[in-house]
Each structure stands twice: as C-alpha cells, then as structure tokens.
C-alpha cells in the first residue's frame, strides 16, 4: 500500500503562481511514476502531469505545458508540481497520484490516489 499526502493548495489571482508538494509512504519501491491529476468542479478527474521515477520523462496535459513544472525528489519520496500563470480554468481539487505499472492518462487512471488539494484561481 502508498499512501499520498498533498500540501500547498490555496488561492491565487490570475497570472500568479503555487507549488503543490506531495510526499509518499508506504510501499513506495514499487512507484514507476507519481505525479498529478485534478477535478474541476462538475467536470470528471484529468491527467494533468507525471513523471518517472527512474529517468527524467514527464508528461504535461496540453493546456499546461509551458506553465506547470514537474519534479522530484527520489531521497524524500516527494514530487513537486510548480504552477506559473494560472488561469481561472485551472481551479480545481488537485490530487497527487501514484503509479505501479502503466503511466497514467485520462483513460488510464493511477493506482494510489491522495486525498486532494484545492486551487483557486480568481481576482
């Protein structure tokens, strides 16, 4: 079993910034790839971005990149997602994720899931 514990939601004005922070425990030998996925409201949970756990590859949904950074820290079990520009359409609980064995996507959910974050985008 892992489990996620998320810190660093809030709120931000457009065009600010935020970084959510995420630290596994637990059986975290077996993670391939953490990352994040968020829920806005009335709309179904999307893949926002994940990285490897060995390696550097990272995956952005296509409305993030250039905005959204992801990185990790292998030492501290911990993943990183630095938030630039945000847009009001980025409101949502935010959720970081874990994976066991396929990279995550919109039609392939993670195998661990935090309990969530909430960012707020909004003047």
């Known amino acids: 079993q892992i489990h996620l514990v998320e810190s660093g939601g809030g709120l931000a004005q457009p065009g600010g910034s935020l970084t959510l922070s995420c630290a596994a425990s637990?059986?975290?030998?077996?993670?391939?790839?953490m990352g994040w996925f968020r829920q806005a409201p009335g709309k179904e949970h999307e893949f926002v971005s994940h990285?490897?756990?060995?390696?550097?590859?990272?995956y952005y949904k296509e409305s993030v990149k250039g905005r959204f950074t992801i990185s990790r820290d292998n030492a501290k079990n911990a993943v990183y997602l630095q938030m630039n520009n945000l847009q009001p359409e980025d409101t949502a609980v935010y959720y970081c994720?874990?994976?066991?064995?396929?990279?995550?996507?919109?039609?392939?959910?993670?195998?661990?899931w935090g309990q969530g974050t909430q960012v707020t985008v909004s003047s």
């Open positions: 994720t874990a994976a066991t064995g396929r990279i995550p996507s919109d039609s392939w959910p993670p195998d661990y």
């Open positions: 637990g059986a975290t030998f077996n993670i391939v790839a």
């Open positions: 990285i490897k756990w060995n390696g550097s590859t990272t």
